[in-house]
């Protein structure tokens, strides 16, 4: 079943993340998208472990990142998570993040990252085990959500 709310996280500007600019640098938002992805899978049972007993990891082959309005130090934020696009049997995937000032609820940027499952022991891609095949496509939708051919 397709959940109608986005996942979502509650974050912060770190130090760490900021630019010469004074403003969170790229490489933060997409670690910041890398940890909502994970803790989606983490709070659906599917930690580190699992997936190293499974022998199955996910492969990022392609992010897209577009700035809308700064994140200065120490703002908060919130991190939304939805499914953009996937292929029937959820083998590859368009995930997106969009990332919104809690000060005043504007989208200050978004990350679309297309993800694939990965064997790790044949070393190729495949289609994800049912279980996680359904809490990806039980994920709520982007507006445009569409289906890889």
């Known amino acids: 079943m397709t959940s109608d709310t986005p996942f979502r ?23 910041a998208s890398e940890d909502c992805r994970m803790r989606f899978l983490a709070e659906r049972g599917f930690v580190m472990e699992e997936f190293r007993l499974r022998k199955l990891g996910p492969v990022v082959l392609e992010d897209r990142l577009v700035y809308k309005k700064e994140l200065r130090l120490l703002e908060p934020f919130q991190v939304e998570l939805v ?43 495949v289609a994800p085990p049912e279980d996680l095949k359904a809490a990806w496509l039980g994920l709520a939708r982007a507006e445009d959500f569409a289906w890889f051919e």
Do not use: C
């Open 9 to 31: 996280i509650a974050l912060f500007a770190r130090w760490p993340d900021m630019d010469f600019n004074q403003h969170m640098r790229n490489a933060a938002y997409l670690g």
């Open 83 to 125: 499914l953009a696009a996937s292929t029937a049997d959820a083998r590859r995937i368009k995930v997106r993040n969009s990332f919104v000032r809690e000060s005043d609820g504007a989208l200050a940027a978004v990350v679309e990252s297309v993800v694939i499952w990965f064997d790790l022991e044949a070393r190729k891609a």
